[in-house]
């Protein structure tokens, strides 16, 4: 078999959603490490869209199933890697490999510069 082909089913193999499952870390500090999202983070998403602070501070962004969480992970960041380049990251805790927010950069189309955001999980507010 040749190389192309191998690739080729391995990458049929780990897709996932129209979405190659890639740990792309974009940034490590001693404590977190920020890397891009993957559909895989829809649980991650479906809770965090739904804290209290996120409804509070942000708004109801009707993220109520896991498949609204994908949807969001799609037309949001994945998409926004694909065409800027940059999007919003999802934050870990290095230790312990837990979800605790998302932080990055956003292009809104009635902002002329791009937007530096954040939401965290009670864990670290």
Not at 32 to 42: G, H, Q, V
Not at 54 to 78: E, M, N, Q, T
């Amino acid at each position: 078999m040749s190389k192309g082909r191998s690739i080729g089913r391995l990458r049929k193999f780990y897709k996932k959603d129209c979405f190659l499952k890639v740990d792309k870390t974009i940034l490590e500090t001693e404590r977190l490490i920020l890397r891009e999202f993957s559909t895989s983070d829809a649980e991650f998403i479906l809770i965090l869209l739904n804290t209290p602070s996120w409804l509070k501070f942000i708004g109801d962004k009707k993220i109520h199933s896991i498949d609204d969480a994908k949807r969001y992970l799609i037309d949001g960041p994945l998409k926004s890697y694909r065409e800027n380049g940059f999007g919003l990251w999802l934050v870990l805790l290095k230790e312990s490999n837990i979800s605790v927010g998302m932080c990055g950069l956003i292009k809104r189309d009635y902002m002329d510069d791009i937007d530096i955001c954040f939401a965290l999980t009670h864990i670290m507010q």
